[in-house]
């Protein structure tokens, strides 16, 4: 191979085969990768939180935190194979996250561990309503195996807004 066919096909668009229309394939691989940042953004915050979480109910909120972060984490592969079979190009690095981030990070020294769940919970009840976004931009173009993956994660994500404000109820 030489430099020039290697460079032609680094530079040459994905031929993955799909039945999807190709601005269906493009609109889908964006959304997709918006909520894939979203997820390694959620999945850190709630990593942080869970090493830095304190008080009276630090052995249970660092539980239901390292729960939530390793349910958070287990969408990522099946969001970027997804994406790639829609013919797509996934994330590449940390700045590429970042710049599609939705969630927002809080680097603050010292969260305290109510202002912690509900910062979470928010944060999760965003991501299931972006979640209904993208399975409506799905629903738009016929794609089926894409909202079929998004159902499960929904709820639960729905599972972690309802755990984190039960946990987080005072009195």
């Not at 691989?29 to 999945?43: I, K």
């Not at 349910?71 to 590449?92: C, F, H, N, S, Y």
């Not at 769940?117 to 976004?133: G, P």
């Not at 159902?151 to 639960?156: F, G, R």
Request: net charge negative.
């Amino acid at each position: 191979m030489t430099a020039k066919d290697a460079q032609k096909r680094r530079t040459a668009p994905l031929q993955t085969p799909n039945d999807l229309a190709s601005n269906a394939r493009a609109d889908l691989a964006a959304a997709l990768n918006a909520l894939l940042a979203d997820m390694f953004a959620l999945y850190f915050k709630t990593k942080n939180f869970h090493w830095h979480v304190s008080g009276p109910h630090f052995r249970d909120y660092h539980l239901l935190l390292d729960e939530q972060a390793t349910q958070i984490l287990a969408t990522a592969d099946p969001i970027a194979e997804r994406v790639r079979k829609l013919g797509g190009m996934t994330l590449r690095s940390a700045g590429h996250i970042t710049r599609l981030q939705r969630v927002l990070d809080n680097e603050a020294d010292y969260v305290t561990p109510s202002d912690m769940l509900a910062e979470l919970r928010e944060d999760n009840s965003q991501l299931a309503a972006r979640m209904r976004e993208t399975h409506g931009l799905c629903d738009e173009h016929g794609d089926v195996a894409t909202a079929s993956l998004l159902e499960p994660w929904i709820d639960e994500a729905e599972g972690r807004v309802w755990f984190l404000y039960e946990a987080g109820r005072q009195g």
